[in-house]
């Protein structure tokens, strides 16, 4: 038998499950240990597929909308938020549901609400059909938010009164380009209102911090996480960025051999929804080819962000 070559692999840290996610699963948990199988979850409780397919195996229920759903069941709001009227719809046909959305996504729908109440003109900065971005969009009347998804957007943006301007952003976003954009904007309206403090989410920017550490180190970087989730996506941007090929992947099956042809030393991080248990798929995947040397590069950055669960389920 053929010696296997070395392969030096860094583990990016943070990475995985941030507080929101884990939040967010734990509430459908206890929500079917509450009130039993069928449990509906609108749209993916988090964009993974193994972790949706985990919790539709213990009796979760996922529907693309209300309707779909039986008069009287429980349901439960993914992690990336809805517009205002779907609790009000699941309220009027008496659908008893728990809201598992980001407290971070929620800082930023109480922030659309006070700045529309001002008087001002939001400037969201995010991407069209991110459930994300059409919850947001959904806190307020039509009109009153403009999506800027680019620099283009923003320097082609025509404000009909231009101090009465505020902008805010999507959780999920690159640092990098969301700066950019803000830039852009603040150059153009000096007066342009933004947030206390920065929307992009902890665990996006820690990430996205954790990749570039370890970047210069790597020949090519293996991001887990799903092709649907903006945070998992910008990780793979964020390495390209730093010159090195990046590859995002969902399970260790999707890893074509050939791509790693020349790789000694991998860098391998996963989206703020992919479970560590898929890290750990990878790596014993890689180590059926290669004598892996693993090491962890942490950057001395320590999470430590809980959020409390929904009034109700914390005995369940």
């Known amino acids: 038998m053929l010696p296997r070559p070395p392969l030096d692999v860094i583990i990016a840290a943070p990475r995985g499950f941030c507080a929101g996610v884990d939040r967010a699963i734990r509430i459908v948990e206890l929500a079917l240990e509450k009130y039993g199988a ?36 429980p349901v439960v709001f993914s992690a990336h938020g809805v517009p205002k009227a779907v609790p009000h719809e699941a309220a ?18 109480r922030q659309a609400e006070r700045l529309v109440a001002a008087g ?29 998804e680019t620099v283009a957007d923003a320097r082609a943006f025509d404000a009909a009164n231009p101090d009465q301007l505020a902008y805010l952003t ?20 000096p007066t342009m209102r933004g ?9 996006t920017s820690n990430r996205q911090a954790a990749v570039k550490a370890i970047s210069a180190q790597c020949d090519a970087m ?4 799903a ?32 791509w790693l042809d020349g790789v000694r030393t991998l860098g ?8 560590e248990l898929l890290v750990r798929e990878v790596i014993d995947h890689l180590a059926q080819r290669f004598d892996v040397f693993e090491r962890e590069d942490d950057g001395g950055i320590v999470e430590r962000m809980v959020f409390k669960l929904p009034r109700g389920l914390e005995a369940a």
Do not use: W
């Open 195 to 203: 947030p206390h403090s920065e929307d992009i989410c902890y665990a």
């Open 120 to 148: 001002r003109h939001i400037l969201f900065i995010g991407h069209a059909g991110h459930p994300e971005v059409i919850g947001t969009l959904g806190q307020v009347l039509p009109g009153m938010m403009t999506l800027i």
């Open 222 to 225: 293996l991001v887990i996480g």
């Open 38 to 73: 069928p449990v509906y979850v609108r749209h993916e409780i988090v964009h993974n597929r193994f972790v949706v397919d985990r919790l539709r195996s213990m009796g979760a229920v996922f529907v693309d909308e209300l309707d779909a759903i039986p008069g009287g069941a």
């Open 268 to 275: 391998i991080t996963a989206g703020a929804s992919a479970p």
């Open 170 to 189: 999507q959780t999920t976003l690159s640092v990098d380009d969301t700066a950019e954009i803000i830039g852009v904007l603040q150059g153009r309206f």
């Open 227 to 258: 092709p649907n989730s903006s945070n998992s996506v910008r990780l793979a941007e964020v390495a390209e960025r730093q010159g090195v090929r990046a590859l995002l992947i969902q399970r260790a099956s999707e890893l074509d051999p050939a």
């Open 92 to 109: 009027e046909r008496g659908l008893e549901f728990l809201d598992a959305t980001c407290p971070l996504v929620s800082k930023v729908h």
